[in-house]
């Protein structure tokens, strides 16, 4: 007889694990601090909860290094270096497993962007990296200072800094570095294994990652005058203003020019990404693409960098949002958004075209007349499509109306 607890496991998205783990300990921040020591058991069951939320696994990663693959350790203290298995959702310093958070690791090619944006070292020691939409954050040692390095599509930005000793009383994290792109990242306290981050808008903060003694939030909130540091084990650490270090910008672009923000697409995309927060990532360097436009008030437009997607709207309150486009190997790649805009627009696809001589996008319905949407410097929208959408039959014609692809979703 099979086992019916016998089930496959299945990671959880990285948003809906986010946004638990945000519930969850923006509620216990709520607890009055005169029964935060008796209420401990609650504490350390929403934190289990949070833990198997964030999917533990046991992750092995190795120490890089270069020349002669020396590796300096990986915090100021004399401990040794840091080992090359870590374990992720378990155990101190986890961050929760957040942002896809690896420890003692960075790969080769994001190295060599970090490396010559400012010198390649002789020995370096990895210690935290991240990641979420289009940005990449990493820490690492080089001898006595901590180096910061931030990865886009387009921009490099890094920043060295002395190795500080981590801070000490009711201070659980000291706040190193911070972007333009709201990256915050710095060094913890010997005792703190969780970390959020609170800006003075909105009023929810977001947590961490941890490792190594490190603390990175990735594209985050956008830099203000006021931030609150929130760990279990130390009371809300409100950071002086004189604290807040400069928000960091690029140390290099792969594009030398911003796009352009003079046209109408462009003014409405100038708009949106102006407004973000969380900020868009390299949002000078978004390119006006596909647009649908009822009227004045009813509209969304696409932003388009490479690979990347951005959506803006007319809808108030709605933040831009990065699209994240699943890889393909058709001549296009698409998302459905349905969730967001207005709704005089309604449910629609909206993608990139991969093949250069793609010119229309079609989208066929069962039972339904096909909807046609021109791209539109690579980008596009196809609208008054109705749900669902899967059965669909997609038709990719250049400009003289040849069939590059057809295939069905």
């Known amino acids: 007889m099979s086992d019916p607890f016998d089930v496959p496991e299945r990671d959880l998205p990285e948003h809906v694990r986010q946004q638990a783990?945000?519930?969850?300990?923006?509620?216990?921040?709520?607890?009055?601090?005169?029964?935060?020591?008796?209420?401990?058991?609650?504490?350390?069951?929403?934190?289990?909860?949070?833990?198997?939320?964030?999917?533990?696994?046991v992750v092995t990663s190795a120490i890089l290094g270069n020349k002669d693959h020396k590796v300096t350790n990986a915090s100021p203290t004399t401990h040794a270096a840091a080992?090359?298995?870590s374990t992720s959702g378990g155990g101190r310093e986890t961050g929760f497993g957040l942002?896809?958070?690896?420890?003692?690791?960075?790969?080769?090619?994001?190295?060599?962007?970090?490396?010559?944006?400012?010198?390649?070292p002789d020995t370096?020691?990895?210690?935290?990296?991240?990641?979420?939409?289009?940005?990449?954050?990493?820490?690492?040692?080089?001898?006595?200072?901590?180096?910061?390095?931030?990865?886009?599509?387009?921009?490099?930005?890094?920043?060295?800094?002395?190795?500080?000793?981590?801070?000490?009383?009711?201070?659980?994290a000291r706040i190193l570095f911070t972007t333009v792109e709201g990256t915050y990242a710095g060094v913890t306290a010997a005792d703190v294994d969780n970390l959020v981050?609170?800006?003075?808008?909105?009023?929810?903060?977001?947590?961490?990652?941890?490792?190594?003694?490190?603390?990175?939030?990735?594209?985050?909130?956008?830099?203000?005058?006021?931030?609150?540091?929130?760990?279990?084990?130390?009371?809300?650490?409100?950071?002086?203003?004189?604290?807040?270090?400069?928000?960091?910008?690029?140390n290099r672009q792969?594009?030398?020019?911003?796009?352009?923000?003079?046209?109408?697409?462009g003014q409405r995309l100038a708009?949106?990404?102006?407004?973000?927060?969380?900020?868009v990532a390299d949002a000078d360097y978004f390119v006006a693409g596909a647009s649908v436009v009822v009227d004045d008030q009813h509209w969304a437009q696409l932003g388009k960098v490479g690979n990347?997607?951005?959506?803006?709207?007319?809808?108030?309150g709605e933040s831009a949002r990065f699209l994240p486009l699943p890889p393909t190997t058709h001549a296009i790649t698409w998302v459905t958004v349905d969730k967001f805009g207005p709704s005089e627009i309604g449910p629609v696809i909206v993608g990139i075209a991969q093949d250069a001589d793609a010119a229309t996008v079609s989208v066929q319905p069962p039972g339904k007349d096909a909807r046609t949407a021109t791209v539109d410097h690579g980008s596009f929208i196809v609208t008054g499509l109705g749900e669902p959408v899967g059965g669909s039959n997609v038709m990719v014609k250049d400009s003289a109306g040849k069939m590059i692809e057809q295939f069905p979703i």
């Open 99 to 120: 942002y896809n958070a690896q420890r003692d690791w960075g790969t080769g090619a994001e190295m060599e962007r970090c490396w010559q944006a400012d010198h390649k």
């Open 308 to 316: 990347s997607l951005v959506w803006c709207s007319s809808v108030p």
């Open 254 to 265: 792969t594009i030398d020019q911003h796009a352009e923000r003079t046209s109408a697409a």
């Open 124 to 172: 370096w020691a990895p210690l935290l990296r991240v990641e979420t939409d289009n940005v990449v954050a990493l820490l690492y040692r080089v001898g006595a200072d901590i180096v910061f390095c931030q990865l886009t599509p387009v921009q490099v930005t890094v920043k060295s800094k002395p190795y500080p000793a981590p801070p000490t009383g009711n201070v659980p």
């Open 197 to 250: 981050i609170t800006p003075d808008q909105p009023p929810i903060g977001s947590p961490s990652a941890i490792g190594n003694g490190v603390f990175i939030l990735p594209n985050g909130y956008r830099p203000t005058d006021h931030v609150t540091l929130r760990g279990f084990s130390t009371p809300d650490y409100t950071v002086p203003k004189a604290d807040l270090p400069q928000p960091l910008t690029s």
């Open 271 to 279: 708009g949106c990404l102006s407004a973000a927060n969380p900020p």
């Open 21 to 57: 783990l945000r519930r969850i300990m923006t509620e216990i921040g709520r607890e009055p601090r005169a029964r935060r020591r008796s209420g401990l058991v609650p504490v350390v069951i929403a934190a289990s909860v949070v833990i198997l939320m964030a999917g533990a696994t």
């Open 83 to 85: 080992s090359t298995t």
